[in-house]
């Protein structure tokens, strides 16, 4: 399964927080509008939303977007295009 950044529809803080559901791996495709500023794990927290992130990975986005996803989740990353 591959998502645009523009498929996710963040809280009021700009984070989404992606559950496995059963799906093993996804890819995400800033499509060009994104650009990824940091990355790892966070150790606690809570999202706008109310939902609790504590050690979950993330992507942290240039345009305001965060995505959390639980550590045994695979989330890799379309390579940037050039332009």
Do not use: C, K
């Amino acid at each position: 399964m591959v998502l645009t950044l523009q498929d996710l529809v963040p809280d009021a803080g700009g984070e989404v927080a992606m559950q496995s559901f059963g799906v093993p791996a996804v890819g995400i495709d800033p499509g060009g509008s994104a650009a990824m500023t940091s990355s790892g794990t966070i150790s606690s927290h809570v999202t706008a939303a109310g939902e609790d992130v504590s050690g979950y990975r993330y992507y942290a986005f240039d345009n305001g977007i965060t995505l959390y996803f639980p550590p045994d989740m695979v989330v890799l990353m379309a390579p940037p295009t050039g332009g």
